[in-house]
């Protein structure tokens, strides 16, 4: 009897120790929110070209034309043998919300904000958490933004992933899929 006592102790210390080593969908959550809402950004080109009648030149024109609708930009188009050119300008009766940047110009479109986690798979190296975001919010280019995007509307739900890794007793974000970040 005491030997059986005597296993038994090691074996549930080792067995609560594992289960508390596991990280817990409540533990992932409340580390995923801190990082939302996310500014959901368009991104429209300085220049850029497409092959007419292919769906990227479809993608071009709806974006022109949404483009001037606002008055923000004026656009040219030019052909290029089998491609055509588009020229977006920055119209002088701009907002300040639409920022320069590496790529042309860039607007607010909304805000992405943390809903919940949905799974958690256990890996080798750690951990991964499937978890969703929630478009709200929209901003001054969300016009734009559905250009791009049709289909996309307020309210609707996206999956992103991040991974985890185990560090000693605490479980360390290594990184999400998410391509938007706080403003």
Do not use: N
């Not at 974006?63 to 043998?81: C, I, K, M, N």
């Not at 991964?128 to 996309?152: D, E, K």
């Amino acid at each position: 009897m005491r030997l059986r006592t005597l296993v038994s102790v090691p074996v549930l210390a080792l067995a609560l120790a594992c289960g508390a080593a596991r990280l817990s969908r409540r533990e992932a959550e409340a580390d995923l929110r801190k990082d939302y809402p996310v500014q959901v950004t368009v991104q429209v080109p300085e220049t850029a070209k497409a092959v007419k009648g292919s769906p990227e030149h479809a993608r071009l024109v709806a974006l022109q034309e949404a483009a001037t609708r606002t008055g923000w930009f004026t656009v040219s188009r030019s052909p290029d043998g089998d491609r055509e050119q588009f020229s977006f300008r920055l119209a002088p009766g701009a907002p300040a919300a639409v920022r320069p940047s590496t790529k042309g110009f860039q607007l607010p479109a909304a805000e992405a904000e943390f809903v919940r986690a949905v799974g958690l798979d256990t890996t080798r190296e750690g951990a991964r958490v499937t978890y969703q975001i929630r478009l709200v919010r929209p901003g001054s280019g969300f016009g734009l933004f559905q250009a791009l995007h049709p289909g996309v509307k307020l309210g609707d739900t996206k999956d992103r992933h991040a991974t985890y890794r185990r560090q000693g007793r605490d479980w360390v974000l290594q990184g999400t899929d998410e391509s938007f970040r706080r403003d």
